[in-house]
């Protein structure tokens, strides 16, 4: 059975990588040779995928921009061409699932049976036992939101309680009391790199999916050098829209291609 | 343009009826002579729907339940379905999506545009900018998780911010500071009528989605008498298993339909 923890240790040491590249397909951005066609947005990750795939330790299809356009079965496509040509480099289905155990378990069972995906992000706002059903799938990844890199997050993540924010509460219940099976992880975003290294100090070598690096405008070594951990790992530090649209026209799989590398290296220039 | 708010309060008068039917279909629960039938997902759906309809005010069918079945489709059918044969009942679609503003903005196409819902329920984890591309789709209805229904609700609803509990920071949120187009819902657990009445009393006349009252042992008499606005409505008051699967054999859509007239007619008598 695979592990996602453990196949994104294996990941983080043979690729020499930090990378996450996000999949957040727009249609309305890609190059004109695609138009038209109905496999479009498979077509389109696909490439980015195969080109990004040396400079990366992972993937992360955002389900949202598949649902939009009746595309499941592309994400479907998309995620079986990963495992079958990309062995060894995990795939985070980005979803911020929470519901209800006996809905959760429905969205497991999305995440992990139909789409094969290693690792799922959730939202705590519902509480562990809208977390529980997914840890239920052994192996499987689950990636807790705690401050997400968006300006709104501070609405609720900021509040104080018990002295300190609410995102330092869900870093410590994720830490310790819902990690029992050691198969969560947390998301910071890269917005706020102090943040970062509050959440690091609480929770140990648990892995922190960094979103905001590249559009959202995080800077790359505060975020290294506050969300590394002593091996100089821990995080898969994502990109989404500066990877795959580096490029506009035909050549965009050769600058998505150059763009990962170029943000490998920025990561690895400060671990 | 269909105006979600509107269509709500119409239907509360025309139905004299503050149930809300939810559909939560799981296949391995359907009557034997749905077995093996492609589009046993819909059948059984709209079988339920056309037999509760007489005495339900809105239609709840809840996302996760499709995904895991690959049946976004016969979600699709069933909306449209209920809008052509059913015109005036809203249909909220149970999503509890929560993403950054460009992420939300393919969500708000998927539930909207794709799925023709008139209103959707949404997470307030991120904060208002993951609420806002919603907004703007003008007449539809944004159901904001407040106090949910599960245990494990507490865990972060409950925590102590400013002096009061985290869900009712949400609840006065949602009623002085993001609700300025008056398309807003908030979602408070049946679990916890005392919890109701405090939500009432900060957010006026702002429908609330009650689930919980049947599988999950909410007190009809309490929930009604704690959420009731001053016409006696203001509430879509969610079942769904104890109705949907009221009964097991080829009889399930009258026993469907049965346990809905008498979940309205509990509802009624304390209204």
Redo the contacts between chains.
């Keep these: 059975m695979s592990n996602f923890i453990q196949t994104l240790n294996d990941a983080w040491q043979r690729t020499n990588s930090l990378l996450c590249v996000g999949l957040?397909p727009e249609p309305s951005k890609f190059p004109g040779a695609l138009a038209g066609r109905a496999d479009a947005i498979f077509e389109f990750c696909r490439t980015i995928v195969d080109a990004t795939a040396p400079y990366a330790s992972s993937f992360k299809p955002?389900i949202?921009?598949f649902?939009?356009h009746?595309a499941?079965d592309q994400l479907e496509q998309l995620i079986a061409h990963i495992h079958a040509n990309h062995p060894g480099l995990p795939v985070i289905l980005d979803a911020?699932?929470?519901?209800?155990?006996?809905?959760?378990e429905?969205?497991a069972?999305?995440a992990f049976?139909?789409y094969q995906a290693d690792a799922v992000t959730v939202?705590?706002?519902?509480?562990?036992?809208?977390?529980e059903p997914y840890l239920e799938h052994a192996g499987k990844g689950v990636i807790v939101?705690c401050r997400?890199?968006?300006?709104?997050?501070?609405?609720?993540?900021f509040?104080?309680?018990?002295g300190r924010p609410?995102y330092q509460?869900?870093a410590q219940?994720a830490a310790q009391k819902w990690n029992a099976s050691g198969q969560l992880g947390l998301v910071v975003g890269a917005t706020f790199p102090k943040e970062i290294e509050v959440v690091r100090g609480i929770v140990g070598d648990m892995p922190l999916l960094i979103p905001g690096i590249g559009a959202q405008g995080g800077d790359v070594q505060a975020t290294v050098s506050a969300g590394r951990t002593a091996n100089g790992t821990g995080m898969l530090i994502n990109s989404s829209r500066a990877i795959i649209y580096a490029g506009k026209g035909d050549d965009f799989a050769q600058a998505a291609a150059q763009a990962a590398k170029d943000t490998r290296d920025r990561i690895n220039a400060f671990r």
Tied chains: 1, 2.
Excluded: C, H, W
Aim: proline share 2%; aromatic share 8%.
């Design positions: 957040d955002q949202a921009y649902a939009a009746r499941e911020k699932r929470g519901d209800i155990g006996s809905t959760a429905q969205y069972r999305e049976e139909r939202n705590p706002y519902m509480g562990f036992d809208s977390i939101l997400t890199s968006n300006a709104g997050g501070s609405d609720l993540q509040l104080e309680t018990g609410l509460v869900v219940l």
